[in-house]
């Protein structure tokens, strides 16, 4: 199974797909909103769920829904060329992808 995102900019947003085996399996957006950065993710069956930005830095960025329920955290993180996305539901991550530019 071959997992990849791709990220493009749209003004002060991100646009962003998920593909699982050259299949969309989410879409999802960056941006900012009255309540400061969220991270909103749609489903390919349509549901709808937003985390918000609960700490950035210069290599990382962690988004939090503690009423999701699951995952209740993403975190990207900047390793050298790479990105390293990292979900999980307490302090330990789940699933973790390392993504390289193309």
């Not at 990849?4 to 749209?10: A, F, G, R």
């Not at 990105?83 to 789940?94: E, Q, S």
């Amino acid at each position: 199974m071959t997992v990849s995102e791709c990220w493009l900019p749209d003004g002060d947003t991100f646009v962003g797909q998920g593909r699982m085996d050259d299949r969309v399996y989410e879409n999802t957006v960056i941006g900012l909103t009255s309540n400061g950065p969220q991270y909103v993710v749609t489903k390919n069956d349509g549901t709808t769920t937003t985390f918000a930005i609960t700490r950035a830095t210069s290599s990382e960025a962690r988004f939090e829904n503690p009423l999701h329920d699951s995952p209740k955290w993403i975190q990207y993180t900047k390793v050298g060329d790479d990105i390293i996305a990292t979900i999980g539901n307490d302090a330990t991550p789940d699933h973790e992808w390392r993504f390289t530019r193309r």
